[in-house]
């Protein structure tokens, strides 16, 4: 992949390069079914932003971020060692649901948990937790919205895959978006993972990319708890109305 140094800290292939990330991007720059792509400097996604160092942190003031959505459990983020700048807001939203035992004791049994194998069964589930992260991105202050887990791939990647879908985005794009992540991810690339979904009869770029098809857009929005101006904003990255 080519990289192209720009001053903002933002490069050609959408990678934002902040010190302290390694797997951060903007969602911008993909390309929509209906023609065009989706806006630069409004959503991005990233691993944890607790090893973002001083520069790192001005780093992501200058690409316009203002708000990070934080996904992980409230346990995950009492570990967090460095403070967060006071000019960004940070939004908590407990993706996971680990109380609901019943939904995650086979995944945690059969090892699938960090496999897209669970994705689609989460966003059936507990559709309103995707919409609660969708909704912190759709009501935001103004500026551009970061949001993340720990390693930027599972919870991340399920946020992605919606608001990209309800962005009409290409689906291949949707898929190769993901695959970025998992190749920046050490843990992605962790044959224990292939091997997880060998074991299922398929690859982790398939199961993903089964996940993307199967995605009932109406059913989800249904239980998803958002807004006509959410899913709006969600849409067109919020931007301003023409």
Known sequence: MRIVQFGDGMHADRT??????RNARDLGGLPRRGGGTTPRGRFFRSESVDRLTERGWETIRGAGIRTVVDLRTPSERAEDTHPRPAWVTTVAVDHD????TAFWDDFWANGLVGTPLYYGPHLERKAERTGA???ALARAEPGGVLFHCAAGRD???IVALAVLTLADVEPQAVVADYLVTMAADPLGQDPRTEALCAD???TVADAFRAVVAGFDVDRFVAGSGLSSADLEALRTFRSPPA
Not at 16 to 21: E, I, S
């Open 16 to 21: 934002l390069v902040a010190d302290g990330l």
């Open 97 to 100: 649901d680990l109380a609901d």
């Open 133 to 135: 992260a969708l909704r």
């Open 155 to 157: 919870r991340t990647g």
């Open 200 to 202: 299922h009869g398929t």
